[in-house]
């Protein structure tokens, strides 16, 4: 869907036109916002389907130009949102890539004073994300551009790296009382479905190694906790044609956490360990690692050997997505069920494996 073409944009009526769909009405504002915020005249306004806390939209421009605009829903967080924008303009300032932000007329980040608060963005023009898995070249285009950014955040004024001890990265005992909590909730349901009967015994058979996973945590050395990214996922991370990474977007306020875990969230990415033979995945693993390390020297072999421990734990200790049926029911599609069932086999073969991968890792990096 789109606006008319060179005709300045309508203000955002007060209540839906006659014969206008809500999604019309919104695009409508959007335009208006374009205008009066932007100084841009849009050609065209195309909603772009992803986007779970946002409502995301590709705008061309009269002069054929992309842009890339999100609305965001709530004004609640508007200020964490603004963190957001900063801390990846501060990347993008360090030579990170990552997608610009457009300053308003007012040279403000965020559009805050219309009817829609809205980001505008430079266009990453881009043929596929990381959420399918990682393969071939792009295991070390993901560790050059992660160790790119986390050399860069490590400079961030928020917080300065430290050293902590690695053991803390999962609190067991709450993950031991999550479960036993998801457990009742399921026990109490007078009829289970497919999946929740799964999950219930996937849930039960996670509570029963998180002895194992606490006991793996303990021979964990201190571990770098720095900036980072926040939400280093599949989806936040963007190709160009040739395998390179064309930005990492989505960024989350600027917060410390664990180093070895960002690193680990997109290299132990559950459908990049199955999807692969056990060798394969390892190889790129390395390979990410590796790469890691000559974009970022100064991080430490600990942190990246660690990372594969790290990795296994932290997805053994979460109840994501056995939880959603139970707390969040309404965005339970085959989608999300696939997810639980792969991200559950994925973790129990890394703990299966983590001493021979930990050793191959511990060999490359020498």
């Not at 409502?55 to 949102?81: C, M, P, S």
């Not at 990846?88 to 559009?111: F, K, M, Q």
């Not at 990049?272 to 590796?290: C, F, H, P, Q, R």
Request: net charge negative; proline share 6%; aromatic share 6%.
């Amino acid at each position: 869907m789109s606006t008319a073409s060179h005709q300045p944009a309508p203000k955002p009526a007060s209540s839906s036109a006659p014969g206008r769909t809500a999604e019309e009405e919104l695009i409508t504002a959007v335009a208006a916002a374009l205008v009066l915020a932007y100084g841009l005249h849009p050609a065209d306004i195309t909603r772009i389907p992803e986007g779970t806390a946002t409502d995301n939209y590709a705008v061309v421009d009269q002069a054929g130009r992309l842009h890339f605009a999100k609305v965001y829903r709530t004004r609640d967080r508007l200020d964490l949102e603004l963190a957001s924008v900063e801390l990846s303009e501060y990347c993008a300032d360090g030579g990170v890539a990552t997608a610009r932000v457009t300053r308003t007329r007012e040279h403000e980040l965020i559009e805050t004073h219309g009817r829609l608060p809205m980001s505008l963005w430079s266009y990453v023009p881009h043929t596929a994300t990381a959420e399918g898995g990682l393969t071939g070249a792009r295991w070390a285009a993901v560790g050059t551009a992660m160790g790119q950014l986390h050399s860069r955040l490590a400079t961030h004024p928020a917080a300065a790296p430290t050293l902590e001890p690695g053991a803390a990265v999962c609190d067991v005992a709450a993950s031991w009382d999550r479960f036993e909590r998801l457990i009742h909730a399921y026990q109490q349901k007078p009829r289970l479905g497919e999946f929740e009967t799964w999950a219930l015994q996937a849930a039960r058979e996670r509570q029963a190694i998180l002895g194992e996973v606490e006991r793996a945590l303990a021979l964990l050395p201190q571990l770098t906790v720095q900036v980072l990214h926040g939400d280093m996922a599949g989806p936040n991370v963007l190709f160009k044609d040739n395998n390179e990474v064309a930005a990492i977007v989505d960024f989350r306020p600027p917060a410390p956490g664990y180093l070895a875990w960002e690193i680990a969230r997109l290299g132990c990415d559950p459908k990049s360990v199955l999807d692969n033979s056990a060798e394969s995945w390892l190889t790129g693993y390395i390979d990410l690692t590796l790469a890691y390390r000559d974009a970022n020297p100064k991080a430490s072999a600990g942190d990246l050997v660690s990372s594969l421990r790290v990795g296994c734990a932290a997805m053994l200790c979460s109840a994501f997505p056995l939880s959603v049926p139970v707390e969040r029911p309404h965005i339970v599609d085959a989608a999300m069920e696939a997810y639980g069932r792969v991200r559950h086999e994925a973790a129990l073969m890394l703990l299966d494996r983590l001493p021979v991968i930990e050793e191959a890792l511990h060999d490359a990096l020498r």
